[in-house]
């Protein structure tokens, strides 16, 4: 495939990915330093979503070479406008460079051209024209690019039918091996099916099924499928996404036991406070038929999978913390009458857990009501006093000091105290721990 250089309407399109540029942070900068050299284009999803009048969430720009100090450079000019220093990192061996900075993030790389050894394994990578850098890619709405300086600046290239898909709103690949060369396309077609409101299309469809139906995930690194499913569980709507996934039937080719329940996943994100990590909810979800299983011990089966995935340590032990505990704690949840009981049910858990098993009361509003009742007020309830005040009033070192916290705490949880240290106090030491 070669790009082809846009049309009258391919320049207006052009100049207007400019304009738009130039009103995003630092694009300016960007704009001024390229006038500087040849062969500066930005490319991909940023050129994709200006042309749909969409804020991009990354610039993504290519050169011919020295991508490193090209964003140095950059990094220079940024720092000029004043606010946090940018930082800029460079990786020699794969050509590619990342400004950050408080205006956000700008992928830098240097045009490539990309071949499969097999199918699944990484590519075969070497220096390429801008057309052959848009021939590697994965739909034709992301095979476009806008050179900012040299011969066909302001020009728009792109892949056949990439402006036409554009606007009708369709998700086609390159070519006929795309999924099978990288099946992690499958995860980003349904991702941005779901982001951008697009369909496959015809054909792409049916690559798509022949692909999923001949185990071509199987054929590519666990990794790169958890790098692929963490972009989905990090898009603003994540649920959405995942539902695009487990409709066109990846999620199950990951692991047969994954499933969404997208409503259920719904009612825990809002009950999920601002404190919470939603991906983590939602990779539990999926995982919750693994933890009703009544056939199989479901932790190693979870581990095996999230590392495989993955999911750094942290995360691993929250999700299955979250997908373990979940399901008892709405029973648990059902069960409680008092908030000390519920103190008792819920403080050893992840809000993530609670906002699950809260949400898993689906017609029981009474558990949904008490998970809300516990993120609102009474995670935040702790008593003035500590150990210290029991010792100095004269409680012996040993377990009992925690005991008499904790029944102090339970009577403050159900409203029986006075405010203040001296009834926290009292309460303590009223226990009898004979
Ligand atoms: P976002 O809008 O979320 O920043 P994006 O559309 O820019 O996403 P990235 O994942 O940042 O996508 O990738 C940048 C570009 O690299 C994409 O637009 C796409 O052209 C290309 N790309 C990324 N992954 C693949 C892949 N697996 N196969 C082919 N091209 C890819």
Redesign the pocket.
């Given at each position: 495939m070669s790009a082809t250089a846009g049309n009258a309407s391919g320049a207006g399109a052009g100049a207007e990915v400019i304009a738009g540029l130039a009103r995003l942070p630092g694009g300016c900068e960007l704009l001024a330093l390229a006038t500087e050299r040849e062969d500066v284009a930005l490319v991909?999803?940023?050129v994709?979503?200006l042309l749909l009048v969409r804020t991009?969430?990354?610039l993504?720009v290519v050169v011919d070479g020295a991508a490193a100090a090209f964003a140095q450079e950059l990094a220079g000019a940024l720092a000029a406008l004043g606010g946090g220093a940018p930082s800029s990192t460079g990786h020699q061996r794969f050509g590619t460079a990342l400004v950050v900075w408080e205006g956000g993030r700008i992928?830098i790389a240097e045009r490539r051209a990309e071949s499969y050894p097999s199918p699944g394994a990484l590519p075969e990578v070497r220096a390429g024209t801008l057309e052959e850098d848009l021939a590697?890619?994965?739909f034709t709405v992301?095979?476009i690019a806008v050179p900012l300086s040299g011969r066909l600046a302001g020009e728009l290239l792109c892949a056949e039918h990439a402006q036409e898909d554009l606007r009708e709103g369709r998700l086609r690949v390159l070519h006929e091996g795309s999924f099978l060369d990288?099946p992690?396309?499958l995860l980003?077609l349904a991702r941005y099916s779901a982001r951008l409101g697009f369909k496959a299309e015809p054909r792409t469809a049916e690559l798509a099924s022949e692909a999923l139906a001949t185990g071509a995930l199987d054929t590519v690194s666990r990794a790169r499928i958890g790098a692929e499913l963490r972009?989905a569980l990090a898009e603003s709507d994540a649920v959405a996404a995942l539902g695009a996934i487990s409709e066109l039937g990846a999620l199950t080719a990951i692991e047969r036991r994954l499933r969404l329940d997208e409503s259920l996943a719904r009612r825990a994100l809002a009950l999920l406070p601002a404190d919470g990590r939603p991906d983590l909810l939602l990779m539990a979800s999926l995982l919750l038929p693994l933890s009703i299983d009544p056939d199989e011990d479901p932790e190693p089966v979870m581990f095996e999978l999230l590392d495989g995935l993955e999911f750094t340590a942290g995360d691993r032990e929250c999700v299955m913390r979250t997908a373990l505990v979940a399901p008892g704690l709405f029973k648990e949840l059902s069960l409680a009458a008092k908030p000390s009981e519920m103190h008792e049910a819920l403080s050893a858990h992840t809000i993530e857990a609670i906002a699950l098993g809260g949400a898993m009361g689906e017609g029981t509003s009474s558990v949904t009501a008490e998970a809300e009742i516990w993120f609102e007020r009474l995670r935040h309830v702790h008593l003035e006093i500590t150990g210290q005040d029991l010792l100095d009033a004269g409680i012996p070192a040993g377990p009992q000091v925690g005991w008499r916290l904790t029944h102090a705490l339970a009577r403050k949880l159900d409203g029986e105290l006075g405010g203040g240290r001296e009834a926290e106090i009292t309460a303590a030491l009223e226990l009898d721990v004979r």
């Amino acid at each position: 495939m070669s790009a082809t250089a846009g049309n009258a309407s391919g320049a207006g399109a052009g100049a207007e990915v400019i304009a738009g540029l130039a009103r995003l942070p630092g694009g300016c900068e960007l704009l001024a330093l390229a006038t500087e050299r040849e062969d500066v284009a930005l490319v991909g999803g940023a050129v994709r979503d200006l042309l749909l009048v969409r804020t991009p969430r990354e610039l993504d720009v290519v050169v011919d070479g020295a991508a490193a100090a090209f964003a140095q450079e950059l990094a220079g000019a940024l720092a000029a406008l004043g606010g946090g220093a940018p930082s800029s990192t460079g990786h020699q061996r794969f050509g590619t460079a990342l400004v950050v900075w408080e205006g956000g993030r700008i992928d830098i790389a240097e045009r490539r051209a990309e071949s499969y050894p097999s199918p699944g394994a990484l590519p075969e990578v070497r220096a390429g024209t801008l057309e052959e850098d848009l021939a590697r890619r994965d739909f034709t709405v992301n095979a476009i690019a806008v050179p900012l300086s040299g011969r066909l600046a302001g020009e728009l290239l792109c892949a056949e039918h990439a402006q036409e898909d554009l606007r009708e709103g369709r998700l086609r690949v390159l070519h006929e091996g795309s999924f099978l060369d990288d099946p992690t396309r499958l995860l980003r077609l349904a991702r941005y099916s779901a982001r951008l409101g697009f369909k496959a299309e015809p054909r792409t469809a049916e690559l798509a099924s022949e692909a999923l139906a001949t185990g071509a995930l199987d054929t590519v690194s666990r990794a790169r499928i958890g790098a692929e499913l963490r972009l989905a569980l990090a898009e603003s709507d994540a649920v959405a996404a995942l539902g695009a996934i487990s409709e066109l039937g990846a999620l199950t080719a990951i692991e047969r036991r994954l499933r969404l329940d997208e409503s259920l996943a719904r009612r825990a994100l809002a009950l999920l406070p601002a404190d919470g990590r939603p991906d983590l909810l939602l990779m539990a979800s999926l995982l919750l038929p693994l933890s009703i299983d009544p056939d199989e011990d479901p932790e190693p089966v979870m581990f095996e999978l999230l590392d495989g995935l993955e999911f750094t340590a942290g995360d691993r032990e929250c999700v299955m913390r979250t997908a373990l505990v979940a399901p008892g704690l709405f029973k648990e949840l059902s069960l409680a009458a008092k908030p000390s009981e519920m103190h008792e049910a819920l403080s050893a858990h992840t809000i993530e857990a609670i906002a699950l098993g809260g949400a898993m009361g689906e017609g029981t509003s009474s558990v949904t009501a008490e998970a809300e009742i516990w993120f609102e007020r009474l995670r935040h309830v702790h008593l003035e006093i500590t150990g210290q005040d029991l010792l100095d009033a004269g409680i012996p070192a040993g377990p009992q000091v925690g005991w008499r916290l904790t029944h102090a705490l339970a009577r403050k949880l159900d409203g029986e105290l006075g405010g203040g240290r001296e009834a926290e106090i009292t309460a303590a030491l009223e226990l009898d721990v004979r």
